[in-house]
């Protein structure tokens, strides 16, 4: 067997949906991981349901379902695009224990745990491709989204200390892995449809995203799927980089 597989999360709408697409259309067999499954993808891809913020359904669902039910043996490639996000619009004197806790297992905590359970789960020889799904807000303080911003770094920060254990971790030493934070620009999806039904004293800068949406300046996402699919095949660079959309380097 010799054909590329990929893990995407977030796949039952939106950027990881068109991901999604694009890696099917590509050839590349897809798992796609989110509560609701997607009834148009066909041939080629597999769902497995799970809340990622439960963390005992993501531990039997990566450490037992999908092990039993996906094989990786004699794959030549092995993707993983950590794309499952929220975004709650709340200022920092409004902000809950349990929204704080989820935003960070389904944005932080899940994504950066799946980087070391597919370094567990690939072998030397393999080609390793993960993207994480960034935004601006990882280098941004914006004011509302005070977890999404703090989440969305944690996890930027996460790829980057992969790769220097790539270059410093003796069992990681010769594996060609790339992990790549990606940025995908302003894209016209549900998660941005909630930014712009967001009361202003929860997030005041909404009036910027209005203005986006009424220009008509979002991207479609099959504009950053299309960049996220070329990142999982191509001759990404070893190690950690930072792409946004558009731009062929660079954060
Ligand atoms: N849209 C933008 O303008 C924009 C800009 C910068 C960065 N991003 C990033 O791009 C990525 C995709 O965003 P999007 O705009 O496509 O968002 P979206 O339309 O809201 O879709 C989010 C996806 O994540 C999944 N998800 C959310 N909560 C989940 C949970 N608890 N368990 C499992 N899956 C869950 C959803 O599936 P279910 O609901 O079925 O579980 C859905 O498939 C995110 O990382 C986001 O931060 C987006």
Not at 58 to 65: G, L, S, T
Not at 89 to 104: H, I, K, M, N, Y
Not at 174 to 197: E, K
Request: glycine share 8%; charged share 25%; aromatic share 6%.
């Amino acid at each position: 067997m010799n054909q590329d597989l990929a893990f995407v999360t977030g796949t039952s709408r939106g950027i990881g949906h068109a991901v999604a697409v694009e890696l099917l259309a590509r050839g590349v067999e897809v798992v796609g991981v989110s509560r609701d499954e997607p009834a148009d993808l066909g041939a080629g891809y597999r769902h497995y349901r799970c809340d990622l913020a439960d963390l005992d359904a993501v531990a039997r669902v990566f450490d037992e379902v999908i092990p039993s039910e996906v094989s990786l043996e004699g794959r030549r490639r092995v993707g993983l695009v950590n794309n499952a996000a929220v975004l709650d619009c709340r200022t920092v004197a409004a902000s809950d224990l349990d929204g704080l806790e989820r935003a960070f297992r389904i944005n932080a905590v899940v994504p950066i745990w799946l980087h070391g359970w597919l370094l567990r789960r690939t072998a030397r020889d393999q080609q390793v491709r993960i993207v994480d799904v960034s935004s601006g807000a990882a280098q941004s303080a914006i004011p509302g989204w005070s977890a999404y911003c703090a989440t969305k770094a944690a996890l930027r920060m996460a790829g980057a200390v992969l790769g220097a254990e790539l270059d410093e971790v003796g069992d990681l030493a010769g594996r060609d892995l790339s992990i790549v934070s990606y940025a995908p620009g302003v894209v016209a999806t549900d998660m941005q449809a909630r930014i712009r039904g967001a009361e202003l004293t929860a997030f005041p800068r909404r009036a910027r995203f209005d203005a986006l949406h009424a220009e008509r300046q979002l991207l479609d996402p099959e504009v950053p799927a299309a960049e996220i699919a070329a990142l999982l095949r191509n001759d990404t660079p070893r190690g950690f980089s930072e792409r946004r959309v558009g731009a062929s380097s660079g954060a």
